[in-house]
């Protein structure tokens, strides 16, 4: 149970082409979802909190209108890199919150999307 | 404000070796949740327990076992008998009552050496 996928897994892009990274619990429910960025041996930085049917919650320093969050569901929320810049490849990973059960208030995560922008 | 510390940075075992992995937090919520992960080298994070601060005893779970000292704010994991298949980046967090966000330890890279 509690299993989270990401798609796409990898993906390489041109520089200024915008990208999506969707993210959906399989198994559970998930009104909370987050959006994190890891840099090579590095820890993971939370982006943005994304909440079903709100407007996401993004931390200092990241920019909305970059990074956009939908969570159209209780099961997806996408992440839309746009006008994509070489400092902008990286890992990133989203987690989700069961609503409810078993697991509640326990953030599992996704395998990751490795974003490379040339 | 809300800190985890893992201060290793790199282990490197030989297999069958124990090893711990330290990790101390800092936060002023009185409730709060110790999480470890593990991200092995294909980068998924693997949820590997969840700890909440009124629950101070120790858990074992097969090679695993942690041990949270509440008068020290330290959540250290232990592998036993350590196996290649453990190699990866270990990472603490903490998520206090007063924000649902999870605040990451830098990682530990463990290395088994066969």
């Known amino acids: 149970g509690a299993v989270v996928s990401q798609h796409p897994s990898r993906v390489i892009c041109k520089s200024g082409t915008s990208v999506k990274i969707e993210c959906r619990s399989l198994d559970f429910q998930a009104t909370t979802m987050f959006w994190y960025r890891q840099f090579p041996k590095k820890s993971l930085m939370l982006m943005a909190t994304s909440n079903e049917g709100s407007k996401a919650t993004y931390e200092q320093g990241v920019e909305k209108d970059k990074f956009l969050i939908n969570h159209a569901s209780l099961t997806l929320s996408t992440l839309t890199v746009t006008s994509a810049h070489p400092e902008d490849s990286s890992f990133y990973i989203c987690?989700?919150?069961?609503?409810?059960?078993?697991?509640?208030?326990?953030?599992?995560f996704g395998p990751g999307t490795r974003l490379t922008v040339l | 404000a809300q800190k985890v510390t893992q201060a290793q940075t790199e282990i490197s075992v030989v297999e069958k070796e124990d090893v711990t992995l330290d990790c101390v937090y800092e936060t002023r919520d009185t409730t709060y949740y110790l999480f470890w992960y593990k991200q092995p080298p294909s980068g998924e994070l693997v949820f590997l327990i969840r700890r909440n601060s009124f629950d101070e005893q120790n858990e074992i779970s097969g090679r695993y076992s942690w041990n949270f000292q509440k008068s020290t704010s330290s959540f250290n994991f232990t592998i036993t008998a350590s196996q290649v298949v453990d190699s990866a980046v270990y990472f603490c967090?903490?998520?206090?009552?007063?924000?649902?966000?999870?605040?990451f330890g830098s990682g530990t890279r463990l290395l088994v050496r066969p």
């Open positions: 967090a903490l998520e206090g009552d007063s924000s649902y966000k999870l605040i």
């Open positions: 987690s989700a919150q069961p609503t409810s059960g078993r697991g509640l208030d326990t953030q599992y």
